[in-house]
């Protein structure tokens, strides 16, 4: 089977056009979780269940939400993550990405900051029809 130039240009534009449309969907940022209750509790970031059973959200756009050693949930403007020693840095920016790089340590956008339980918030779901 022969491929003329033609059909490779048209294979190329349309891998070009689908890589575009993949990087301007929008991405699910805000997120809910059910609690023992049955409750469901959502947040305009992460959410996640506290030593106790408790749903925290993070109170910012994509924000993050991790567990600390004991247990209790703590909540950052961007994303969270724990370096090698197991401690907890977010990015200052609402919605920033973090990584870890290869010594374990956290790399923030913008820069990193510790996430604190203010930052967090506990609201129920509204019900709809």
């Given amino acids: 089977m022969t491929v003329n130039a033609r059909t490779v240009r048209l294979v190329r534009q349309g891998a070009g056009l689908l890589t575009i449309l993949c990087l301007l969907a929008p991405t699910a940022a805000a997120d809910c979780a059910r609690d023992a209750y049955g409750e469901v509790y959502c947040g305009a970031g992460r959410c996640m269940h506290d030593r106790n059973g408790t749903v925290w959200c993070s109170r910012y756009y994509e924000g993050g939400v991790e567990r600390t050693r004991d247990g209790a949930a703590v909540c950052g403007k961007g994303q969270c993550a724990k370096n ?28 990193c900051e510790r996430p604190i339980v203010a930052q967090c918030e506990n609201s129920r779901a509204g019900a709809g029809g």
Avoid: E, M, T
């Fill in 84 to 111: 090698s020693r197991g401690q907890i840095f977010c990015s200052s920016v609402v919605g920033g990405a973090v990584a870890i790089d290869s010594k374990g340590r956290v790399r923030c956008y913008g820069r």
